[in-house]
């Protein structure tokens, strides 16, 4: 998926600083943005591997959505989720693996619906 900063440039490109944030997190947006410069080091790296499933998860869904989109079905409820949104569920998870799989499985059936 490529290095860390180019990961974090295009989340945040496609779900805007603050959900990025939240995601891996951290209160400020400020972190985010010194990722995506290369200046600021992420130095957990389950913190690494949330960004990384929340990019491949925001990749799938964009291919066929627009950005308002993406970002709003990572905020919203998910029925496959428990009725837990996966912005939450990626960010609260204990075990990111197991998370990451079931936000890529709901994210799939997400957009084989359309």
């Known amino acids: 998926m490529g290095p860390l900063d180019v990961v974090v440039k295009e989340l945040r490109d496609e779900l805007g600083a603050p959900l990025v944030?939240?995601?891996?997190?951290?209160?400020?947006?400020?972190?985010?943005?010194?990722?995506?410069?290369?200046?600021?080091?992420?130095?957990?790296?389950?913190?690494e591997q949330r960004l990384r499933i929340a990019l491949r998860v925001a990749v799938l869904i964009a291919e066929r959505d627009r950005p308002a989109t993406v970002q709003a079905w990572f905020q919203g409820l998910n029925p496959k989720l428990s009725d837990r949104s996966p912005a939450r569920?990626?960010?609260?998870?204990?075990?990111?693996?197991?998370?990451?799989r079931a936000i890529l499985d709901a994210a799939r059936a997400f957009s084989s619906v359309g």
């Open 89 to 100: 569920l990626l960010r609260e998870a204990a075990d990111v693996e197991e998370a990451g």
């Open 21 to 47: 944030a939240y995601i891996a997190g951290v209160k400020e947006t400020r972190a985010v943005h010194e990722w995506a410069e290369g200046v600021r080091e992420i130095r957990n790296s389950s913190r």
